[in-house]
C-alpha cells in the first residue's frame, strides 16, 4: 500500500511536471532542472540585449566602422572591428573582476581617461579631416588599425560606464563564471554590432567614387567626433 502511494505521488509529480514546463524544455528533466535553464536562458538574453543597444548605437567607435569600410573595404574596417571588441571585451573582464574598484580609490583617474579619450577623438577627427579623400590609401588605413581600436574603448568613457554598468546589472557579485559568460556573448555581440557598421560603409563606396565625396563624408564625419568629444566634455 506505502508503494502504491508513492507510486501515486511520483506519478502526479511527473504530470505536474510534464504540464507545467515551458514548451522548448525537455520534457523528461525534472522540473528545478527545467526551471534553472529557463532562468538561465532569459539571463542570457538579457545579456544580449543589454550588449546589443550598447554596441549597435551610434558612437565615436561605430563611426569609425563606418567609415573604414567607406574608405577601405570591409577587410580593413574589420581590423578595428575586431581591436575594438577584444578591447572592450578585456575592459568587462577587469571590470568584472574588481577594476572599478580601482576609479573608487583614484577619482582622478576617471578625469584622466575622459580628457585623454577626448584628445584621441579629436586626433581622429583632424585624420578625416585632412584626409585627401582617395580610397584605399595606406596612410588613412592607420585610424582604423586594431591597435587603434581597442585604444578607442579604453580612452572612452561611455565604454567604461557601459561595462560597469552591465556588471553590476548581471554579475555584481563578481563571480568568475558569470564574468566570463557576460563577457562572452558581449564580445559575440559587440563584433557583429560594429561590423554591421562597417558593412553599411561598404554599401556607401558607390557613391563615394570622387575625392570630393570623399573628402565631404570624411568632413561629416570628423564633425560628428567632435561633437563626441564635446559631450565628453559636458559629461
Not at 129 to 137: R, S
Request: glycine letters at 8%; one cysteine or more; a positive charge.
Amino acid at each position: 500500500m506505502k508503494n502504491r502511494g508513492l507510486a501515486a505521488v511520483f506519478s502526479f509529480q511527473n504530470a505536474r511536471i510534464f504540464f507545467n514546463t515551458p514548451a522548448w524544455a525537455p520534457r523528461n528533466l525534472p522540473h528545478s532542472i527545467s526551471s534553472e535553464v529557463g532562468v538561465m536562458m532569459s539571463l542570457y538574453l538579457s545579456m544580449a540585449a543589454f550588449a546589443l543597444a550598447a554596441s549597435i548605437s551610434p558612437g565615436p567607435v561605430n563611426l569609425v566602422s563606418l567609415s573604414a569600410g567607406a574608405r577601405h573595404g570591409l577587410r580593413v574596417a574589420m581590423r578595428h572591428v575586431a581591436g575594438a571588441t577584444l578591447g572592450f571585451t578585456l575592459l568587462l573582464v577587469l571590470i568584472g573582476l574588481g577594476l572599478h574598484q580601482l576609479l573608487v580609490l583614484l577619482p582622478w583617474l576617471t578625469a584622466v581617461i575622459q580628457w585623454a579619450g577626448v584628445a584621441f577623438l579629436l586626433y581622429l577627427a583632424w585624420r578625416l579631416a585632412v584626409d585627401n579623400g582617395e580610397l584605399h590609401n595606406a596612410e588613412g588605413g592607420a585610424v582604423a588599425s586594431f591597435a587603434g581600436g581597442a585604444l578607442m574603448q579604453w580612452l572612452n568613457p561611455k565604454a567604461w560606464l557601459a561595462a560597469i554598468a552591465g556588471m553590476g546589472a548581471f554579475a555584481a557579485d563578481g563571480e568568475v563564471p558569470l564574468v566570463l559568460q557576460f563577457a562572452a556573448i558581449y564580445c559575440v555581440v559587440c563584433y557583429l554590432s560594429l561590423a554591421c557598421w562597417a558593412y553599411a560603409g561598404t554599401c556607401l563606396q558607390p557613391y563615394l567614387q570622387a575625392p570630393r565625396r570623399v573628402r565631404v563624408f570624411n568632413r561629416v564625419l570628423a564633425g560628428l567626433l567632435v561633437v563626441s568629444a564635446w559631450y565628453l566634455v559636458l559629461v
